[in-house]
Nanobody, 122 residues
């Protein structure tokens, strides 16, 4: 089970930090990702971090503004969002995946949180 928190409403230029706590004894088995979905749009990748936290990647639209981190001792992944823009408004979803999102894997196991709303006003 993945439980997100930290969403809210901010003005453009503001910051928020999202958290996602995983209920599992094998948190380090999972690559952790954040996705988002705006109304009327498809869900899109935002950021991901490797199992040990040594490497991360970001969508071009958030590079330089968002930072992903994980604390394996707390089974938690974070998304620090700064300089928020109205186009960042979306429901943000935490995702745990046994494989990188870019590969096809028959043994893939993936899990989703319920989402947390982020609204950025201009």
């Amino acid at each position: 089970q993945l439980v997100e928190s930290g969403g809210g409403s901010v003005e453009a230029g503001g910051s928020l930090r999202l958290s996602c706590v995983a209920s599992t004894r094998t948190f380090t088995n999972y690559i952790m990702n954040w996705f988002r979905q705006a109304p009327g749009k498809e869900r899109e990748f935002v950021s991901g971090i490797t199992r040990g936290g040594e490497s991360a990647d970001y969508a071009d639209s958030v590079k330089g503004r968002f930072t992903i981190a994980r604390d394996n001792a707390k089974n938690t992944v974070y998304l620090q969002m700064t300089n928020l823009k109205p186009e960042d408004t979306a429901t943000y979803y935490c995702n745990a995946d046994t494989h990188p999102r870019t590969i096809v894997a028959a043994t893939r196991r993936t899990y989703w949180g319920q989402g947390t709303q982020v609204t950025v006003s201009s």
